[in-house]
């Protein structure tokens, strides 16, 4: 089945030691997206690729950024994490145009100690 | 910045009572969506309204989008406990333009 997939579901890191997201796709969606979720909040979109053209969110920290060596595959790289980071990150992908429907991963669920 | 506002918050319901939930904007819009996110889980799409006056169908979920395209409802009839999770609405002002989400609202069933 075509999917996104995120790994890993759970990752723990320490206070300001950089750590990495991986999303891959098998969909062939030109748009992939970073979504940061809190709890019982919406996710919060962080950045997009358009195909290779990498579109970041305003109040987008610069702590966070983003890879796509490719279509099927997207990194989040968070610098340096703060307590504040703790969140779900969520990838998500479309097809087409950036109002189409997301296909969403699981998610990693980021602990920071 | 535009926003979507959603409500309810929460809503509690006994098993069997029906539930609804709204989503209103100051914009008109260009298309709206549905996702039903279940606890620990991840956002799943449920449906796309793009049409003024649209209204869709699926089994106990019937989905509206309003006249003048500002605002759609999400009813769900007879709730089972597996309709338990919280759903989002998600709109857009032009296809060139990001989704935006409402805050969302949790379905709670009353044991």
């Known amino acids: 089945d075509a999917m996104v997939i995120q790994n890993p579901r759970y990752q723990v890191t320490q206070f300001g030691k950089p750590v990495t997201l991986s999303c891959s796709q098998t969909?062939?969606?030109?748009?992939m997206y970073w979504y940061q979720q809190k709890s019982s909040q919406a996710p919060k979109l962080l950045f997009h690729?358009?195909?290779?053209?990498?579109?970041n969110e305003a109040d987008t920290p610069d702590n966070f950024q983003s890879r796509r060596p490719n279509t099927s595959f997207c990194f989040l790289d968070i610098r340096s994490p703060g307590l504040g980071d703790a969140a779900m990150y969520l990838c998500?992908?479309?097809?087409?145009?950036?109002?189409?429907?997301?296909?969403f991963g699981n998610g990693t669920r980021l602990t920071v100690t | 910045g535009q926003q979507v506002m959603q409500i309810p918050q929460y809503q509690h319901v006994q098993e069997g009572e029906d539930f609804t939930t709204y989503c209103n904007s100051s914009?008109?819009?260009?298309?709206i969506q549905w996702y039903k996110q279940r606890p620990g889980g991840h956002p799943v799409f449920l449906i796309q309204?793009?049409?003024s006056g649209e209204v869709k169908k699926q089994k106990r979920l019937t989905f509206q989008f309003g006249e003048a395209k500002k605002n759609s409802s999400l009813h769900i009839t007879a709730t089972q406990t597996t309709d338990v999770g919280t759903y989002f609405c998600?709109?857009?002002?032009?296809?060139?333009?990001?989704?935006?989400w409402g805050a969302g609202t949790k379905l709670i069933i009353k044991p």
């Open positions: 998600a709109a857009s002002m032009d296809s060139n333009y990001q989704l935006i």
């Open positions: 914009t008109t819009l260009s298309n």
């Open positions: 309204l793009v049409k």
């Open positions: 969909l062939n969606h030109n748009v």
């Open positions: 690729y358009y195909d290779k053209d990498f579109n």
């Open positions: 998500a992908t479309s097809g087409g145009r950036l109002n189409s429907p997301l296909h």
